[in-house]
């Protein structure tokens, strides 16, 4: 099941069993997401990206929805393994300021923790 | 190589203390970042370099000074730092956004564990 602790919330899932975390992300005009799985004592880690211009991607084991009408995203891990346990955070890619400066910067979602049940 | 890595893996300083964290990257990346983390917390963006340009600080304090003396270095310089700056210091790495019309994937490095006593 899922549920939200202090900082960060929790979907605990069976060895086997599909999970879907979800991401709600904040600017409209942000036009490339990106999955990263960080497990502890560690950085963040590419599992998958998506454009605007998709609505769905995947990878091994992995997709990604996207849902621009309500600036949602989830990832959708099939076949869960005990590999799979960590933090699991989306990112958007947004327009830095000032706007003439061509640079993007990322904004992290607030996580989900993966405890992977066996 | 698609390995972005960063020295030391852990650092205990005073708060009269200066020291530098270093991030290194050989992908031909022209755009790095230090985020800080707290526990349980997602990655906060701090700097954004672009082509060895400083092109975003997210208000960070002054005791936190970036530095990119070249495409593949980056460094952050920590003076006079408190209790409070104890965080995971990540960097990171991408293809400048000006340049690739597609993907940008960015690439993190295995963080510094900081603690300021």
């Known amino acids: 099941g899922e549920s939200v602790g202090l900082h960060l919330p929790t979907l605990s899932v069976q060895e086997g069993d599909n999970s879907i975390i979800n991401c709600a992300y904040s600017?409209?005009?942000?036009?490339?997401f990106i999955w990263y799985k960080q497990e502890s004592g560690k950085g963040p880690q590419f599992i998958i990206d998506?454009?605007?211009?998709?609505d769905k991607r995947q990878g091994q084991r992995v997709t990604v929805l996207l849902n621009k009408t309500v600036k949602h995203l989830s990832l959708q891990i099939a076949a869960t393994q005990p590999g799979d346990s960590a933090v699991y955070f989306c990112a958007e890619n947004t327009q830095g300021l000032p706007l003439t400066s061509g640079t993007y910067k990322y904004i992290f979602g607030t996580g989900t923790r993966l405890k992977v049940l066996a | 190589d698609t390995e972005v890595t960063q020295t030391p893996k852990h650092l205990v300083m005073g708060m009269t203390n200066k020291k530098s964290l270093k991030c290194e990257q050989h992908m031909g990346h022209r755009a790095m970042y230090w985020y800080k983390q707290k526990a349980k917390k997602p990655p906060e963006l701090m700097f954004v370099?672009?082509?060895?340009?400083?092109?975003i600080n997210e208000s960070v304090p002054s005791r936190f000074s970036p530095e990119c003396p070249n495409s593949s270095l980056l460094n952050l310089h920590l003076h006079a730092l408190q209790p409070e700056d104890s965080a995971l210091y990540l960097c990171a790495s991408s293809q400048d956004r000006a340049r690739i019309a597609t993907y940008n994937e960015q690439f993190f490095g295995p963080g510094t564990r900081l603690t300021v006593l």
């Open positions: 998506i454009r605007s211009n998709m």
């Open positions: 600017n409209s005009a942000s036009d490339y």
């Open positions: 370099y672009s082509y060895e340009k400083l092109s």
